[in-house]
C-alpha cells in the first residue's frame, strides 16, 4: 500500500510538472469579469480558469502555481504513507485495533490532516493571490483557499476522534485484562 502511494504521488507529481513545463496547465482563479481587461500575454481565460499558453515558460507562474497544489499533495502522501503503517500495525498481535500504538498513530494523522491542510490553505491561498499578480497587469487580488483545505481539516478532527475512541479502548482492555 506504501508503494502505492508512493507512486500514485510521484505520478501525480510528474504529471503536473510535465503540463506547467510545457505550458498547457490552467490554475483556478476568481476574476471579477469573463475576461480582464489587463491579461499578461500568454494567458487566456475560460470558465474562471486562467491558463497559462506560452511553450517557452514562466519560471514565476510555474513555482506559484506549484505552490497552489503542492502542500496539499505533500500532506496527502505522508498520511497515506502513515495509513499504511498503521493497517501493518493492526495485522500483528492478538488485540492489535485497540493498542496504544494505534491511538497514537490516528493521533499523528488526525494533527497532520488538521494543521497540515491549514497551511495548505494558506500556502495555496498565497500562491493564487500572488499569481494574479503575474496574470494580471492591473493590481493583484485576494484568493480565498478552495474548500478542500477546510474539508480536510475536518477529516483531521475525525480522525483525532477515533484516535480517542481507540484510546480509550486501549484503557477499557486494561482494565478488564487487570481485574481478570
Do not use: H, K
Amino acid at each position: 500500500m506504501a508503494v502505492l502511494a508512493a507512486f500514485l504521488g510521484v505520478a501525480r507529481l510528474a504529471g503536473v510538472v510535465v503540463q506547467l513545463a510545457v505550458g498547457q496547465d490552467g490554475v483556478q482563479l476568481t476574476v471579477l469579469a469573463a475576461a480582464p481587461e489587463g491579461l499578461a500575454p500568454g494567458f487566456r481565460v475560460g470558465g474562471g480558469v486562467i491558463t497559462f499558453l506560452g511553450r517557452d515558460g514562466s519560471a514565476e507562474f510555474f513555482w506559484l502555481a506549484l505552490l497552489t497544489w503542492l502542500p496539499y499533495a505533500v500532506v496527502d502522501v505522508v498520511v497515506l504513507f502513515l495509513v499504511a503503517r498503521v493497517v501493518r500495525q493492526a495485522n500483528v498481535g492478538e488485540r492489535p485495533l485497540f493498542a496504544a500504538t494505534t491511538a497514537r498513530s490516528f493521533r499523528r494523522i488526525g494533527f497532520l490532516l488538521l494543521l497540515g491542510n491549514l497551511v495548505a490553505g494558506v500556502l495555496d491561498s498565497l500562491g493564487r493571490s500572488a499569481l494574479t499578480g503575474v496574470v494580471l497587469t492591473g493590481p493583484s487580488m485576494f484568493q480565498w483557499p478552495d474548500g478542500r483545505a477546510i474539508a480536510w481539516a475536518l477529516v483531521g478532527l475525525v480522525g483525532l476522534a477515533v484516535s480517542e475512541i481507540v484510546w480509550r479502548g486501549v484503557v477499557l482492555r486494561e482494565e478488564v485484562e487487570g481485574t481478570v
